[in-house]
């Protein structure tokens, strides 16, 4: 089972609205971590993120979506109580939140472009992948480094481990249109997918499954059913 979700935010007005109807049912340890947010923004993308995580597996689980328990690994990874084959994997940036529900290991990651980040690379990349990167033309290297970077940053998520992880301790390669891994020092059988969210991001889901599954859209709305 592989399934991506993705949630563009809304406008403050209109989240504040939604938050006010649903705060009462929040668990008070969720409360609490939104309360902890200064901007709209960031309390937008925390609660939905942990929003869609629970109408997610209350569905598949028959259960009250507050009534669910999490676990967390050395490495400050998530993954739901009692439920040793449920894992999913969440990530924001921007405007945009996603998520990723599978029945085995699973990584997904989100960045917006913010421009030229070359300094990065030439600090964390591998030799291979830095050879790769500056063999573009100079306007196509920075949308080339956010690619290989949310690779990178979804392939630790799905080892589990993190920034623990050196960044140069595995390497990708371009195919055609896909990625793969050209070496690794952790598990190498992992498929890559790339998501065209929008033009000023870079989107890649990293997971056991060869099948590309389509990125669902979540709306506001959606949540509806869990006031």
């Known amino acids: ?10 406008d403050k007005s209109d989240f504040d609205k939604f938050y006010q109807s649903i705060k009462s049912k929040l668990p008070q340890t969720l409360l609490s971590k939104i309360e902890t947010f200064r901007f709209a923004s960031d309390k937008q993308r925390s609660l939905i993120a942990d929003l869609i995580v629970r109408r997610f597996y209350a569905k598949e689980l028959k259960i009250d979506p507050f009534q669910l328990e999490f676990d967390y690994n050395d490495h400050e990874k998530p993954s739901l109580k009692n439920y040793p084959k449920a894992h999913f994997n969440i990530s924001h940036s921007g ?5 990723a529900f599978s029945d085995c290991p699973v990584g997904i990651d989100i960045e917006k472009n913010k421009g030229n980040r070359l300094n ?45 992880m050196s960044l140069n301790s595995f390497s990708f390669k371009k195919f055609y249109s896909d990625f793969r891994l050209r070496y690794s020092i952790e598990d190498m059988g992992f498929q890559f997918t790339t998501y065209n969210v929008h033009p000023e991001y870079a989107c890649n889901l990293c997971s056991k499954y060869i099948l590309k599954p389509k990125m669902e859209e979540i709306k506001i709305s959606d949540f509806d059913e869990m006031k």
Do not use: P
């Not at 089972?1 to 809304?10: A, D, E, G, K």
């Open 95 to 99: 405007d945009y939140v996603v998520v």
């Open 1 to 10: 089972m592989l399934q991506v979700f993705s949630y563009r935010l809304i």
């Open 120 to 164: 990065v690379a030439k600090r964390f990349f591998t030799r291979e992948e830095l050879d790769d990167l500056f063999a573009f033309q100079e306007e196509d290297q920075i949308e080339y480094f956010y690619q290989l970077w949310t690779l990178k940053e979804s392939y630790m998520k799905a080892i589990g481990k993190g920034i623990s």
